[in-house]
């Protein structure tokens, strides 16, 4: 039975078809040099047998696989969602495959993940990392894997990144709220570990600077362990449980913002009238809430596809290119939320 189930090879097939094992090579990378007759019976032949091409062999022969490895935080935020969706458009135009890992914010997953695709032999990796510690990517890249940093500023030369302007959209956010007259604003930030989280919140203290008023005083930080929406809703609950309650919410991300809105309608607060509510991402729910949201725009399709097409770039060079630090920037979209 285990015998039956044996992928079969081009010698098999050579010999089914009466050919040299030279001439099904031919037919499979140069199929024009080899006669039509010849061509059409090893084809016959491949499909009786139900051959199918070695692509790991193919790959170590050539010295480079057609596999892309892409490790980010959550692949449940639709965030990542569009990027993802980004980079395998631009890696289906170079006959590439996309491995998608979602470490969870989890550093451990991310560094077993990262050893599982350079094991695996991927042309290179697009990597969110959830820590600031980046000796283990660069350790990868000299050891020839082409790594491209995703969603975060590149802290070496070394490595090219693609990016957002995460210190510009949290300035944007919080200045929005306190040009509404807003004087006491929470900002719900994830893991203050994650460059973006602490970049979104540089922006924020900033443009509370910049309005005249002290940060200290106006803007009440608080650190999700995880940045979802259930996270979101079990901590405003206990904020909303205060005695004085803030009278807007900034959010690092649209989840954070869905889970703060559901908080807020168990508990009867209205949005704005009550408490103003800005997300972050403007992901594809945020216009269709029953309170359309006011959030940080990102280009995440764009962000994908142009990491991927740079990583490409290294990739098919055995000279090193000129790494590239690609930074997007975000726009402020206003609804009704605040």
Do not use: W
Not at 161 to 174: T, Y
Not at 291 to 305: A, D, F, M, N
């Amino acid at each position: 039975m285990s015998s039956a189930r044996r992928r079969k090879g081009i010698r098999e097939v050579a010999a089914a078809a009466g050919v040299s094992v030279g001439t099904v090579s031919n037919v499979l990378n140069s199929p024009d040099i080899v006669a039509v007759d010849t061509r059409k019976r090893v084809e016959l032949a491949m499909q009786e047998l139900g051959f199918v091409r070695n692509g790991l062999a193919r790959q170590l022969r050539e010295g480079r696989g057609s596999t892309v490895g892409a490790v980010v935080l959550d692949i449940g935020n639709p965030f990542f969602t569009e990027v993802a969706r980004g980079i395998e458009d631009r890696l289906a135009e170079a006959g590439c495959l996309l491995t998608l890992c979602s470490t969870d914010q989890r550093p451990e997953r991310e560094a077993r993940y990262v050893q599982m695709l350079e094991e695996q032999g991927v042309r290179g990796m697009l990597v969110t990392p959830g820590r600031r510690d980046f000796e283990s990517l660069l350790a990868v890249h000299r050891r020839g894997v082409p790594v491209v940093l995703l969603d975060c500023p590149s802290p070496t030369e070394e490595l090219s990144s693609v990016s957002i302007d995460d210190f510009r959209g949290g300035e944007l956010a919080a200045a929005h709220l306190v040009s509404q007259g807003h004087r006491r604003i929470l900002f719900l930030n994830g893991p203050t570990q994650v460059m973006q989280c602490a970049a979104r919140s540089r922006g924020a203290h900033r443009a509370v600077q910049e309005a005249g008023l002290d940060p200290s005083l106006h803007l009440f930080e608080v650190a999700l362990s995880r940045a979802d929406t259930d996270s979101a809703e079990h901590t405003l609950m206990q904020i909303l449980a205060l005695p004085e309650r803030p009278t807007a919410i900034m959010c690092v991300s649209d989840m954070v913002a869905l889970g703060v809105m559901r908080c807020l309608r168990k508990q009867g607060v209205k949005v704005p009238d009550d408490i103003a509510v800005v997300g972050y991402d403007d992901v594809p729910f945020a216009a269709e809430l029953a309170t359309s949201l006011t959030t940080v725009r990102q280009p995440t399709y764009e962000l994908g596809h142009a990491a991927a097409g740079i990583l490409l770039t290294e990739a098919n060079h055995a000279v090193p290119t000129r790494h590239q630090q690609l930074v997007y920037q975000p726009e402020l979209i206003v609804r009704e939320s605040a």
